[in-house]
């Protein structure tokens, strides 16, 4: 794998604030509810709802909140209906990123796009300008205290893709139609993963320092915080140095 997904790896080392906890709830529930719309609302033959559910389990949701939005979803109960874009553009020190949005209202989600971009010294490309550095990838989070080797010889038997070192945690990462299997069987051997998601990883990486680097993490916060936003991708690389610097 010749990339890494930096920002997955700083969110959870930043952790969710519990100011925004409401916030990611609702994130969860809308992709919980057009995961159901559109692959049923049974979760062992909808891989997408089963990993949205998984999330809102990792986030202690209600079990009331989940089963209201599958039924949502599903059309048992009425609600808005959201639309799936992606929005591509460029961060500080050309960084690339790419904004997956669900909306009820495309006008609003693109304006809002666009200002977090021009605002953080970015700003937003074409369709294709920048979807071209990444694949869609299952990535599963260990901490370092796992023995590598073991985990190594897990994963692969399981199917995974690779297991690599990063910073302070080992990244397993799979096919997206291969990520439950994978993270299961590891579980299964008792392997206890950190974080555990389907994402976007780079291709090529743009290494960012100082003030640039500073600037890319505001502009990923400000995307993140984004009520139309549901993920956030990019291809930046900032040191384990750096970050202590900022953090």
């Avoid at 209202?105 to 700003?123: A, D, L, M, P």
């Avoid at 743009?206 to 502009?219: F, N, P, T, Y």
């Amino acid at each position: 794998m010749s990339g890494h997904n930096k920002w997955s790896t700083i969110k959870h080392k930043k952790g969710a604030a519990d100011a925004k906890r409401g916030k990611v709830f609702t994130k969860i529930i809308k992709e919980i509810s057009v995961a159901a719309k559109l692959g049923g609302a049974d979760p062992v033959a909808n891989p997408r709802l089963r990993t949205a559910i998984d999330k809102a389990k990792a986030e202690n949701m209600p079990k009331d909140n989940i089963e209201r939005a599958i039924k949502k979803g599903s059309g048992g109960m009425e609600g808005v209906t959201y639309e799936e874009i992606i929005y591509e553009g460029y961060g500080p020190g050309g960084a690339a990123v790419l904004v997956e949005v669900l909306t009820d209202n495309r006008n609003r989600s693109v304006s809002e796009v666009r200002s977090i971009f021009s605002k953080n010294n970015g700003n937003m490309g074409e369709a294709g300008c920048v979807s071209w550095m990444f694949s869609k990838k299952g990535l599963i989070l260990y901490d370092r205290s796992v023995d590598f080797d073991q985990l190594f010889e897990a994963a692969l038997e399981a199917g995974a893709d690779d297991v690599a070192e990063q910073d302070e945690q080992f990244e397993v990462t799979t096919e997206p139609g291969s990520f439950i299997e994978v993270r299961e069987a590891l579980a299964a051997k008792g392997f206890k993963h950190v974080n555990a998601e389907i994402t976007m990883i780079p291709q090529t990486l743009a290494v960012l320092e100082g003030k640039q680097a500073e600037s890319m993490l505001r502009l990923m916060d400000k995307m993140e915080d984004c009520d139309d936003v549901q993920n956030v991708y990019s291809n930046f690389d900032i040191s384990a140095e750096e970050m202590e610097n900022m953090m």
